[in-house]
């Protein structure tokens, strides 16, 4: 089995975990977006000194996991795509920031390490509470509902076209991978110095391809709308989830929950 087919069916697998039934399913998408959207905003707000403050909020995503049956490992597998784009970012704190922040039993923390695993944190409670969106809600509702945003709306519709289309753009991939190995049997795989023509090669094709799939679309009548079947209306269900998140969220934003138990624990300890 390819990459290529491996990669399909990791975004098929989302599709298919987005069409469950549980509370957070029938959630009404606009509101899972932009509760999203105000985690995401809370997260990223706070100092790169403030890193106990970001671990409750593990609480959401874990959460949101627990109520919709989502399960870890295919979040976990994916998550493995932004680690490395926070590691670029956040080593060479390590090497530039070594005045120390605080001593645990005898050892200085750096800021630098303060900072980096802040850094990290933020990208591991971004990326999950994305997926936990894209796993509970279909991706054409995601885009029905951008495209019902003044001033977005052609993102939404941008957003459908990539993810509709992506499987063929890993067709084509596939395709031009095959027949380099059928061409060569005795290598395993594309060469390096191959790549930049087959990847040349894929882009000729992907603009063939997309002008044909346009003007299949312009005979169906396409106007460059995107017409989703009408919004579902917002219910008492919904209310109360975002009173319940948005409550919880700037709670934990404002009140260091690590601090307040650490203090608690340590009062009974006396």
Do not use: W
Not at 51 to 66: D, E, H
Not at 77 to 100: I, T, V
Not at 233 to 253: E, G, M, P, Q, Y
């Amino acid at each position: 089995m390819s990459k290529f087919h491996d990669a399909a069916l990791g975004v098929d697998h989302l599709e298919r975990l987005s069409r469950g039934d549980s509370p957070v399913h029938r959630l009404n998408t606009g509101i899972k977006i932009a509760v999203t959207l105000f985690f995401l905003m809370l997260v990223v707000s706070f100092p790169s000194k403030n890193m106990s403050g970001l671990v409750p909020f593990l609480i959401y995503p874990m959460f949101m996991m627990a109520l919709s049956d989502t399960p870890y490992r295919p979040m976990l597998s994916r998550l493995k795509f932004a680690l490395p784009f926070a590691l670029a970012g956040g080593l060479s704190n390590l090497f530039l920031m070594r005045d120390a922040a605080f001593t645990v039993m005898g050892f200085e923390v750096t800021r630098g390490l303060v900072s980096f695993t802040s850094i990290m944190l933020k990208t591991v409670l971004s990326v999950f509470a994305v997926l936990i969106l894209i796993a509970t809600t279909p991706f054409n509702d995601i885009c029905g509902a951008l495209t019902r945003v003044k001033g977005i709306g052609i993102l939404g519709l941008q957003l459908l076209l990539t993810y509709r289309y992506i499987y063929i753009l890993l067709g084509e991939a596939e395709s031009i991978r095959m027949a380099y190995i059928l061409r060569a049997p005795l290598k395993r795989d594309v060469m390096m110095r191959d790549m930049g023509s087959l990847l040349g090669r894929l882009l000729l094709r992907s603009f063939s391809r997309a002008e044909r799939v346009y003007l299949a679309m312009k005979c169906r009548g396409f106007s460059g709308r995107f017409h989703s079947g009408g919004k579902r209306a917002i219910s008492r269900r919904d209310v109360i989830f975002t009173a319940a998140a948005v409550f919880t969220l700037i709670f934990l934003r404002f009140f260091n929950l690590s601090l307040l138990i650490g203090g608690v624990a340590a009062a009974l300890r006396r």
